[in-house]
């Protein structure tokens, strides 16, 4: 399975990435097996979020710029407001990265 490696720059995935340099510095770890737990985190991500999360949010907002590149969007949002079927969060600003997850299958 092919995967993005979009969330490694989440919170998470910075954090992981954060403590396998310090182990790789340290010696605790070769930089191969950190590599590979990374390539694995970017599969649970995927995974994850493909089987696991069910709930749908709506965003409005205002598009203060958008791009599309290599079959990536990116869209900033102002004043943006997600809302599910509980809650409505407002936000300043927002960065949307969305990719074709047909990608991942071929």
């Known amino acids: 399975m092919a995967t993005f490696e979009l969330y490694r720059r ?5 954090c992981l990435t954060e ?3 310090e182990m790789v510095s340290s010696g605790t ?4 097996l950190a590599i590979q737990v990374l390539v694995q985190f970017d599969k649970s991500m ?3 979020l493909e089987n696991q999360v069910k709930s749908k949010v709506s965003i409005k907002g205002h598009l203060h710029t958008y791009r599309f590149c290599d079959n990536v969007w990116t869209f900033i ?3 943006a407001s997600f809302k599910n079927e509980e ?3 407002q936000v300043g600003k927002v960065k949307i990265v969305a990719c074709d997850s047909k990608l991942l299958s071929q």
Do not use: Q, V
């Open 10 to 14: 989440s919170t998470i995935g910075m």
């Open 19 to 21: 403590t396998l340099d």
């Open 29 to 32: 770890l070769s930089p191969e």
């Open 46 to 48: 995927t995974e994850a």
């Open 77 to 79: 949002l102002t004043e």
């Open 87 to 89: 809650t409505t969060e």
